[in-house]
């Protein structure tokens, strides 16, 4: 937009204005934009909650879309629905996170769950307060 601005001034051969006038503007702009996607994130994670709510017991084909130190995220393929397992509901074994790898691997079996892989879950808890999916690995 500031740059529209810019080639405007310049094609009309005004004096654009001080460096930082524009600077204060891309600014603005700029912050106005992360919180237009921060709201816009907020209101799609509350949507899926919702919809997920009357789904507790439920189980579905997900993949898994982030692994943490504290368990991780995993995408209904049917819906996009985003929730997370966390790593004391695997109780198979001691999982400790490997970052270098993006899993998490079994001290005892070296069963690992990594980005990519298919899993199946069971929707546990749908939190709409804090906006939070819960899984359960089935």
């Known amino acids: 937009m500031m740059a529209h601005r810019l080639l405007t001034a310049y094609l009309a051969h005004e004096p ?5 006038k524009f600077e204060k503007l891309c600014d ?3 912050k106005m934009e ?8 907020a209101s799609i994670k509350y949507k899926q909650v919702e919809y997920m709510s009357d789904k507790t017991g439920k189980e579905f084909e997900g993949i898994i879309s982030g692994v943490t130190e504290w368990g991780i995220y995993v995408e209904i ?6 929730g997370m397992v966390n790593i004391r509901e695997l ?4 999982y400790e996170y490997d970052e270098d790898n993006y899993c998490l691997r079994g001290r005892l079996t070296g069963k ?3 980005l990519g892989d298919r899993v199946t879950v ?7 307060q804090k906006k939070q999916l819960d899984y359960r690995i089935v």
């Open 28 to 30: 603005h702009s700029s």
């Open 91 to 94: 109780a198979d074994d001691f």
């Open 112 to 114: 690992q769950y990594t």
């Open 77 to 82: 393929m049917e819906n996009q629905c985003e």
């Open 122 to 128: 069971e929707v546990v808890k749908a939190d709409l």
């Open 16 to 20: 654009p204005g001080k460096a930082d």
């Open 34 to 41: 992360r919180l237009a996607t921060d709201a816009e994130r």
